[in-house]
């Protein structure tokens, strides 16, 4: 078979991957991010100042010493020495420049950070896996993962404040239009805060080089009215109608496909590393899946979670995503058919 006709077989069978948009960074819809823009805009105006004076002069001096057809070639132009005036100029300004820089930038920074949180306020705990987020709220007891769902915040209410940590290596939390940078660090915890305006989904990533699917490491936010978060709250705290036990006795009635599909799961590697609310399934390594079916993506943002995409990625996950912790089962075909259906039923 030839090579090229292999290569169109295979990648056929791989999901498309969604478009990786950068979110505009110059078009803010959270408190922090404003702030930044607004220094950001500030430097830009100086810098852009400062570079039409330097390419002015460069210019000038271009066309007002350029040769002429009646200079003596074999004259020496007249030869000017240091200037005191000049020199003081061009040390005291910049000098003068930076300090205001320093200055604007440690005063929006201590404004973002010692902001005080408002009593209804959402924690978050976020820990940095390869290639993953980890997603917790203490106070509602939920875990889940790469789907962050924050209220929308007027008038400084309903903030979110967010606790990053690491699981191994540096990663960075980046969602362009609601805050800046900030890197999640082995041993060490770092904090941020966001408050959305608006409600919808707005994307974001890893900003840090974190290996091989660092590109892949998708992180989505959904924004929405308070009513709405706390109603998906309470939907992700129940234990899916999936996840009770099934009939363990002698007579028992045979085992439904959604039941045979979970016993099925159990009987696999996949419970050493994902958890499953109310299962024998008690791992920590991947991404819980307790409510997997309610989320838009999978694979940290990779591919959306349709059938076939689900189905493709539990297949084989590295033909997805090369290099990702999870490896391929090697199902059979029975056995991918009963898991897909257990896992479809994880709403």
Request: charged share 15%; net charge neutral.
């Amino acid at each position: 078979m030839p090579v090229n006709t292999l290569r169109m077989l295979l990648q056929a069978h791989v999901p498309t991957i969604p478009e990786h948009r950068i979110a505009n960074i110059f078009y803010p819809l959270a408190t922090p991010a404003a702030n930044e823009k607004h220094i950001a805009m500030f430097v830009l105006g100086i810098t852009a100042g400062i570079f039409v004076v330097v390419a002015g002069l460069i210019v000038f001096t271009i066309w007002k010493f350029r040769r002429r057809h009646d200079d003596d070639t074999h004259q020496e132009p007249a030869q000017v020495y240091g200037s005191n005036q000049i020199e003081v100029a061009w040390t005291v300004i910049p000098i003068l420049i930076v300090f205001v820089l320093i200055g604007v930038t440690a005063r929006v920074i201590a404004a973002v950070q010692n902001q005080s949180p408002p009593k209804n306020m959402v924690k978050v705990r976020i820990v940095g896996h390869q290639w993953w987020w980890e997603i917790e709220y203490p106070d509602y007891g939920i875990v889940t993962a790469n789907e962050l769902h924050v209220p929308v915040s007027k008038d400084g209410q309903n903030a979110a404040y967010l606790r990053l940590e690491s699981q191994d290596v540096i990663h960075s939390f980046w969602v362009p239009q609601l805050s800046g940078k900030t890197d999640l660090i082995p041993n060490r915890i770092n904090y941020m805060w966001i408050d959305p305006s608006e409600a919808g989904v707005y994307l974001g990533n890893c900003a840090e080089y974190c290996g091989t699917q660092h590109a892949n490491m998708l992180l989505r936010v959904t924004a929405q009215p308070r009513e709405e978060f706390e109603k998906w709250a309470k939907a992700e705290q129940q234990t899916p109608p999936s996840a009770i036990p099934a009939p363990t006795e002698a007579n028992a009635a045979p085992l439904q496909p959604v039941g045979q599909g979970r016993a099925t799961f159990e009987s696999l590697s996949c419970v050493s590393c994902h958890n499953i609310k109310g299962t024998a399934a008690q791992g920590k390594f991947g991404p819980d899946l307790t409510h997997l079916m309610s989320r838009q993506t999978i694979g940290a943002g990779v591919t959306t979670n349709t059938t076939a995409h689900l189905r493709a990625w539990v297949n084989d996950p590295q033909t997805i995503k090369p290099g990702c912790l999870m490896p391929s089962l090697k199902l059979t075909n029975n056995q991918l058919n009963q898991v897909m259906t257990y896992l479809q039923s994880l709403n």
